[in-house]
């Protein structure tokens, strides 16, 4: 906490619509039972994935995903083939796109803290190859409202929406309205988060003395604002993040929109708050998440963090906080391409600019094991509600150097295992038992 005051201190010194279609529909057949397999964060540039054949574990993963009615992931970076797109983050191509169409995915969430490094030329880029490719995709799109909008899949029952959100984005990649004349900014859908700062007794006086003599904040009845930053008194000193009501809104707004015309609907949420260290999600992504069934959806996918959190079975619904990395070519990212987000710092920290120093860009090692292990999680459906989520261990290359990981692979049993029993306790936090069958999980929904 003392770091957090210090930083309130230096900010106070400083201060002076509808969905739309895509073009095909995967591989729903009117009257029978929808599954939806879902994978984990995608990032890959200059790794190969096995050619069929010659990776059985690798064509067992496939196997998986080509097994369901649909198929979802997240891609985490640009896609283009313009060598004028700059990017610093590893950049998809239209080859690594098809890999990914043979691989099983049949839609891609695009709303996360990569996807808009190459700008608007980037955005156009990976939104024409994914639909050449003839993959379904949601979150990023020429404005807003674009952005915001859900992919309908599927043209009879089942029929499934897939809305993409962020909530890890920086100002620039978020995509802005249309407003008459003036044309929207390409990027993706967003929602904006604040700090809450609570100072305790000691702090708030020197914050507050502080303001005085420089002239550079607003006292009231009900706090202080310094910094551009409302402080409230407290018994400790502690910061929150908080998700911005209209964005939330927004995003619970399409939900309704989509579950008026579709069967099923799926929010994805790209959250690395409140750090990637953490193996729970923020506070207020839960709540969002609880919102989004509350309005209509089914089943909830979070990923961020390149690492594994619990699963929540809230009322007939799912929540998959984090579904780690389901390929991460770690050798093709420059040692200064990471943001914010990749470090493994205090993102609450980060807000109120009590940990700016430390957020250098510079990725993390990656040497624990909870970043090279993931599930594919298959969720069954009895019409919009899951009946159950099957959990199948993936490796991205545990026991290999780092030059040769990144690939997902059927995860042997012993590290099968270890995914299931630290998923089982991470899911525990919720109330929520997951069956461990041979090699498998199993989430039953009540």
């Not at 230096?10 to 591989?27: F, K, M, N, Q």
């Not at 839609?107 to 955005?123: E, P, Q, R, T, Y």
Request: hydrophobic letters at 45%.
């Amino acid at each position: 906490m003392k770091r957090i005051a210090i930083g309130l201190l230096l900010a106070c010194a400083t201060a002076c619509g509808p969905s739309r279609d895509a073009v095909s529909s995967a591989g729903l057949r009117p009257g029978s039972p929808l599954t939806l397999a879902a994978a984990g964060d995608i990032v890959v540039a200059t790794t190969p994935w096995p050619a069929t054949g010659a990776d059985r574990e690798f064509d067992a993963v496939t196997t998986l995903l080509r097994r369901a009615s649909l198929t979802l992931g997240n891609l985490e970076e640009t896609v283009s083939d313009a060598t004028h797109v700059p990017v610093t983050w590893p950049r998809g191509s239209t080859a690594i796109v098809r890999q990914m169409a043979r691989a099983g995915f049949t839609a891609l969430a695009l709303a996360n803290n990569h996807a808009g490094d190459g700008g608007s030329d980037g955005i156009r880029d990976t939104l024409r190859i994914l639909d050449r490719a003839g993959i379904h995709h949601a979150g990023a799109g020429s404005d807003a409202l674009a952005a915001g909008s859900a992919v309908s899949i599927g043209d009879s029952p089942p029929r499934v929406a897939v809305i993409s959100v962020t909530t890890s984005a920086a100002d620039e990649a978020r995509a802005t309205l249309t407003r008459g004349e003036i044309l929207g900014r390409p990027g993706v859908n967003a929602i904006v988060t604040d700090a809450v700062v609570t100072a305790d007794p000691q702090t708030y006086a020197a914050l507050s003395a502080m303001a005085r003599a420089t002239g550079t904040g607003l006292e009231s009845a009900s706090g202080l604002e310094v910094g551009g930053r409302r402080v409230q008194k407290g018994a400790v000193t502690s910061v929150e993040l908080t998700a911005r009501p209209a964005d939330v809104e927004r995003v619970l707004s399409a939900i309704d929109a989509a579950r008026a015309t579709t069967d099923v609907v799926v929010l994805c949420v790209h959250s690395h708050e409140p750090s990637n260290l953490s193996s729970e999600p923020a506070p207020f992504v839960r709540e969002i998440a609880h919102q989004a069934i509350d309005r209509g959806a089914s089943l909830v996918v979070g990923t961020g963090p390149r690492q594994l959190r619990g699963i929540e079975v809230y009322k007939r619904g799912v929540i998959l906080y984090s579904l780690g990395s389901f390929a991460f070519d770690l050798r093709a990212i420059p040692a200064q391409a990471a943001d914010v987000f990749d470090t493994n710092v205090s993102l609450t920290e980060v807000a109120i600019g009590a940990a700016a120093g430390t957020a250098s860009g510079r990725l993390p090692a990656y040497d624990e094991s909870v970043w090279w292990e993931s599930v594919i999680a298959t969720a069954t459906f009895d019409g919009a509600h899951v009946r159950d989520v099957r959990l199948d261990p993936i490796d991205l290359g545990v026991a290999k150097s780092p030059a040769d990981r990144g690939v997902p692979r059927i995860a042997s049993h012993t590290v099968a295992q270890e995914i299931l029993a630290r998923l089982h306790a991470l899911s525990a936090t919720y109330g929520t038992t997951i069956r461990i069958d041979g090699d498998t999980g199993v989430v039953v929904v009540p």
